[in-house]
């Protein structure tokens, strides 16, 4: 790996975590008085469609206070307002309206709940009491239970740029992971030995079997690059996606493109995208022997068990045979419904 970019690296993670610890310290250094602190609940997990409370609570009633809740940006300290009451009205800011409430199941409860979670919802929220003397706030990290995947161009590797990538999760219903899910999904047992775009801009691969080829001699991990050009420089991307509100289907072949997308639609379904078959995989345990047509074009199959006869292959893991001619008549279909 080229050192100067790792240097760089380096020192702006570095960096990261510096400001981060800072951000959490300044609430750590002083003891909370109107608030309480969330000892267990700091961190909240919830999948897409479900609803999900924030839990925040007052130390005592009060008849005089106003609490706010926001979005913090952890890397820029910016943060974007959810709503503000004062006990009882309540002013929602943009399109909070339509997904966030004070949840107020007693007369101490001003946590938040959120209905419907996109994707894009995981992050830290900020829950604040101004009082008029001494504001106060506790922060909770609310993460997206789910599932990371590379995805390459049907071009082949390389050929995106970072909103090319941004794109391609969209059109697989996902979005660019970030860091930290794709840490998770490491230590899950995703190793990918071609780099691709995360969320923030950075490129990095995940490599749990360091070899010449891939990795070379460092310990296993995420390799970075770091910040890379986003419109100039082109690698593949990181999807995220969750859970689905319907599932995946496998007709038998043999089927080549077109006849595979009529068979979906046969069966009220269409062809599933690559973000739905992973949800599938990963959270109904869909698992099967065959390679089948995708809508985008490629042939996939899922294993949870890895088997010799089926390929032979090491991990659990969708597997890819890429996108074969689409007049090729070997696969059956994965459908959507
Ligand atoms: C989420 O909340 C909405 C509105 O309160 C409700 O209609 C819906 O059934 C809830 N969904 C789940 C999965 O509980």
Same mark, same amino acid.
């Given at each position: 790996?080229?050192?100067?970019?790792?240097?760089?690296?380096?020192?702006?993670?570095?960096?990261?975590?510096?400001? *981060?610890?800072?951000?959490?310290?300044?609430?750590?250094?002083? $003891?909370?008085?109107?608030?309480?602190?969330?000892?267990?609940?700091?961190?909240?997990?919830?999948?897409?469609?479900?609803? +999900?409370?924030?839990?925040? *609570?007052?130390?005592?009633?009060?008849?005089?206070?106003?609490?706010?809740?926001?979005? *913090?940006?952890?890397?820029?300290?910016?943060?974007?307002?959810?709503?503000?009451?004062?006990?009882?009205?309540?002013?929602?800011?943009? +399109?909070?309206?339509?997904?966030?409430?004070?949840?107020?199941?007693?007369?101490?409860?001003?946590?938040?709940?959120?209905?419907?979670?996109?994707?894009?919802?995981?992050?830290?929220?900020?829950?604040?009491?101004?009082?008029?003397?001494?504001?106060?706030?506790? +922060?909770?990290?609310?993460?997206?239970?789910?599932?990371?995947?590379?995805?390459?161009?049907?071009?082949?590797?390389?050929?995106?740029?970072?909103?090319?990538?941004?794109?391609?999760?969209?059109?697989?219903?996902?979005?660019?992971?970030?860091?930290?899910?794709?840490?998770?999904?490491?230590?899950?047992?995703?190793?990918?030995?071609?780099?691709?775009?995360?969320?923030?801009?950075?490129?990095?691969?995940?490599?749990?079997?360091?070899?010449?080829?891939?990795?070379?001699?460092?310990?296993?991990?995420?390799?970075?690059?770091?910040?890379?050009?986003?419109?100039?420089?082109?690698?593949? $991307?990181?999807?995220?996606?969750?859970?689905?509100?319907?599932?995946?289907?496998?007709?038998?072949?043999?089927?080549?493109?077109?006849?595979?997308?009529?068979?979906?639609?046969?069966?009220?379904?269409?062809?599933?995208?690559?973000?739905?078959?992973?949800?599938?995989?990963?959270?109904?345990?869909?698992?099967?022997?065959?390679?089948?047509?995708?809508?985008?074009?490629?042939?996939?199959?899922?294993?949870?068990?890895?088997?010799?006869?089926?390929?032979?292959?090491?991990?659990?893991?969708?597997?890819?045979?890429?996108?074969?001619?689409? +007049?090729?008549?070997?696969?059956? $279909?994965?459908?959507?419904?």
């Amino acid at each position: 790996m080229n050192c100067v970019a790792f240097m760089v690296v380096t020192t702006s993670f570095l960096f990261w975590t510096d400001a *981060v610890n800072r951000y959490y310290n300044k609430d750590k250094d002083k $003891a909370l008085q109107y608030l309480t602190e969330p000892p267990v609940y700091a961190e909240i997990k919830a999948r897409r469609g479900e609803n +999900t409370t924030l839990p925040c *609570v007052l130390r005592t009633v009060s008849s005089n206070y106003k609490v706010k809740w926001s979005k *913090v940006d952890p890397l820029h300290t910016a943060s974007e307002n959810i709503l503000i009451s004062n006990g009882h009205d309540v002013k929602h800011y943009g +399109t909070w309206q339509s997904k966030a409430s004070l949840r107020r199941m007693h007369a101490l409860d001003i946590s938040l709940r959120l209905t419907k979670l996109e994707l894009q919802d995981y992050g830290l929220y900020r829950c604040e009491l101004i009082n008029g003397m001494e504001d106060e706030h506790v +922060t909770i990290t609310l993460s997206i239970e789910g599932v990371v995947f590379p995805y390459q161009s049907s071009h082949g590797r390389y050929k995106f740029t970072y909103f090319d990538a941004k794109k391609a999760c969209e059109e697989q219903d996902a979005t660019l992971a970030t860091y930290k899910q794709l840490y998770r999904e490491w230590t899950d047992g995703l190793e990918w030995c071609n780099a691709g775009w995360l969320h923030d801009g950075t490129v990095h691969y995940p490599i749990l079997n360091p070899r010449p080829a891939c990795g070379k001699d460092l310990p296993p991990g995420i390799r970075s690059y770091g910040p890379r050009h986003k419109t100039k420089e082109h690698y593949d $991307a990181f999807c995220f996606t969750s859970t689905t509100e319907g599932s995946v289907f496998y007709i038998p072949g043999p089927l080549n493109f077109l006849q595979a997308a009529h068979a979906c639609n046969e069966k009220g379904a269409s062809l599933a995208l690559v973000g739905q078959l992973y949800s599938s995989w990963k959270f109904l345990g869909l698992e099967q022997c065959d390679g089948g047509w995708l809508q985008d074009g490629s042939v996939r199959f899922p294993i949870i068990t890895p088997k010799k006869r089926c390929g032979g292959l090491p991990q659990p893991g969708v597997h890819s045979f890429g996108f074969p001619k689409k +007049t090729i008549t070997l696969y059956g $279909a994965y459908c959507y419904r």
